[in-house]
């Protein structure tokens, strides 16, 4: 039943779980209330405290439980960070290796491309002196064979002009003998006679 502060002033009268006193009488500050708890609001208190501490209970088990779920994430959230630096790192080596192997490949593309243009210009040089060389060596053929050309040809003019062709006539040798010999024959057209020095050297 309602305490006589509550009676009196004609309100709702509810005990205080906190109090003795009812919650109005603990509100209005007042140290004086007479109210009376009946046993079956005992009970009703009690399981009202039972159901509150277990709903208690359970929020702490799901605190804990989450709390427990926030330190793992904070755990693999780190991890995943050393993870991601230690991915960094290295494939910051890859790069710089990629890097230096890509430089030694460009140094020796360039060694070897001066290489074979030096082989290049060496080989030119060999062909053109090659190709002098065989050039000379025909130019002297060609002067050999312009020298026994005209060698030859000096040899038939002397054997043409020592020898008297077959198909000359008899007076085309007469027209063709100098005047000379025409005086040197005697008056009746003799050949003539030798002389004491010629008899003798003959």
């Known amino acids: 039943m309602p305490c006589s502060n509550c009676e009196r002033q004609n309100i709702e009268c509810r005990s205080s779980p906190d109090s003795n006193s009812c919650a109005e009488c603990v509100r209005r500050g007042l140290s004086s209330c007479d109210l009376v708890v009946l046993p079956s609001t005992w009970r009703n208190l ?20 989450a709390e427990s779920d926030v330190l793992a994430a904070e755990e693999a959230a780190r991890a995943a960070e050393v993870a991601v630096r230690a991915a960094e790192a290295e494939a910051r080596t890859k790069v710089h290796r990629a890097l230096r192997t890509a430089g030694s490949a460009r140094a020796k593309d360039f060694r070897l491309r ?4 030096l082989l290049d210009r060496r ?19 060609r002067k050999a064979e312009d020298r026994a050309r005209s060698t030859e040809s000096s040899s038939v003019v002397a054997s043409s002009s020592a020898v008297v062709p077959e198909d000359v006539s008899f007076s085309q040798l007469v027209d063709n003998l100098s005047p000379s010999f025409w005086k040197s024959l005697g008056s009746g057209g003799e050949m003539p006679a030798p002389t004491a020095g010629s008899s003798q050297g003959s």
Do not use: T
């Open 46 to 65: 009690s399981r009202e405290r039972a159901r509150l501490q277990a709903r208690l209970d359970e929020n702490e088990a799901k605190r804990l439980s």
């Open 114 to 117: 001066k290489m074979l243009a």
């Open 123 to 141: 080989e030119k040089s060999l062909f053109d002196r090659e190709l002098k060389a065989i050039e000379d060596e025909e130019r002297e053929e």
